[in-house]
């Protein structure tokens, strides 16, 4: 009897001690369910910070894009205007040269006259 009791008596101290196990492994286990829900919680928030970030970064790329395509539009007419501003003045300087010359030859004549008319004078 006595070793009965002793056997039962040390059932019921491995049971305590089975239970006391089971209650700190399903506490460990409810720590590391609430630590994943936080980490998965933080891996969502991160999720739509990065989306939105990656939505900003699309928008800023087409803004440029299309910055980009205005400038390469504005310069492309400002280089059209170039040309053309730099063929009307070289325009200008031909007419004028031709001008200058026309009056040159002109007065060259005009000398050439008044050296005719001094010389017959003076003869």
């Known amino acids: 009897m006595e070793l009965v009791k002793g056997r039962m008596n040390d ?3 491995y049971v305590k001690r089975l239970k006391s196990c089971i209650s700190w492994y399903i506490g460990l286990e409810d720590c590391y369910l609430a630590i994943q ?3 998965n919680s933080l891996l969502e928030s991160e999720k739509r910070k ?3 970030m990656e939505s900003q970064m699309n928008s800023k790329i087409k803004e440029f894009t299309s910055l ?3 400038y390469h539009t ?3 007419s400002l280089e059209k205007n170039l040309k053309r501003e730099e063929s ?3 325009e200008k300087e031909a007419k004028a040269r ?3 010359q026309n009056l040159r030859y002109g007065l060259m004549e005009d000398l050439e006259k008044v050296i005719e008319e001094i010389n017959h004078f003076n003869s």
Do not use: F, G, T, Y
């Open 88 to 90: 009307n003045k070289l």
């Open 50 to 52: 990065h989306s939105e």
């Open 74 to 76: 504005m310069k492309v």
């Open 11 to 13: 059932m019921r101290n």
């Open 37 to 39: 829900d936080e980490l």
């Open 98 to 100: 031709a001008a200058s």
């Open 68 to 70: 980009i395509e205005e």
